[in-house]
């Protein structure tokens, strides 16, 4: 079974600091892929970024970048040069390629940042 | 190009009442996924549905729970006599057909059971 952990409930970062958001998975599909979506306190799911398990290269739109680490089943969150409208949950997600892909979420990371 | 659109955006409903969920995907778009998210929780997948099929209901609830995707119209999530637990943001996601990297997300249905 799919299996998504985000293992920080909480963060404070300082604006304008980069900020990694830890993401692990697991599964016994060979073919996946992994998102990141953001919850502003408006309650909307926000897609930020996808990572194919097959993808040669990490994903990056924009200020957001993936750490993509197959071997270590990791699938990091990079937001460089955080500003103060990146507070808000962040959720992790994976979908198998086979099935009725559907998304697997973790538990989210709440980012706070501070001026 | 209108996004996916969920209605209401919010709902009260009482222990006992029927709550009915709606969901049109975006235009274009055949494949419909419904989730639940509790609080301070990440969504749960619920069901997914194509016109006039479920594909995967291996999330929903046994009972009390229901999902349909008409041919014409929108997806409608129904729960019967709510209970307090099922007090949560509900959303829904589309995709188009065939295998595709997002599902666009709507801005959720906020059911509160007093």
């Known amino acids: 079974a799919q299996k998504i952990t985000q293992t920080q409930p909480g963060m404070f970062v300082q604006e304008k600091e980069a900020v990694t958001l830890d993401c692990t998975y697991d599964?016994?599909?060979?073919?996946?892929?992994l998102f990141w979506y953001k919850q502003p306190s408006s309650g909307e799911m926000i897609f930020l970024i996808y990572?194919?398990?097959?993808?040669?290269q990490n994903a990056t739109e924009g200020r957001y970048s993936l750490n993509f680490q197959k071997a270590r089943k990791s699938a990091n969150l990079v937001i460089s040069a955080s500003q103060l409208g990146d507070s808000a949950m962040y959720f992790c997600?994976?979908?198998?390629?086979?099935?009725?892909?559907?998304?697997?979420f973790g538990q989210g990371t709440r980012l706070t940042i501070n001026p | 190009n209108a996004g996916v659109m969920q209605n209401p955006r919010h709902l009260v409903r009482r222990r006992g009442q029927e709550a009915r969920l709606r969901c049109s995907p975006m235009k274009g778009h055949s494949h419909v996924y419904w989730y639940r998210q509790l609080p301070e929780e990440g969504l749960k997948f619920m069901v997914y549905l194509q016109k006039e099929n479920i594909i995967d209901e291996s999330g929903m609830p046994k009972e009390r729970f229901s999902a349909e995707f008409p041919k014409e119209g929108p997806s409608i999530l129904r729960i019967q006599q709510v209970v307090r637990g099922d007090s949560a943001a509900y959303f829904c996601?589309?995709?188009?057909?065939?295998?595709?990297?997002?599902?666009?997300f709507g801005p959720g249905t906020r059911l509160t059971v007093t």
């Open positions: 996601a589309s995709s188009p057909q065939g295998e595709t990297n997002e599902q666009y």
């Open positions: 997600a994976m979908r198998e390629v086979q099935g009725a892909q559907k998304l697997v």
């Open positions: 990572q194919g398990s097959y993808d040669q």
């Open positions: 599964t016994s599909d060979p073919s996946y892929g």
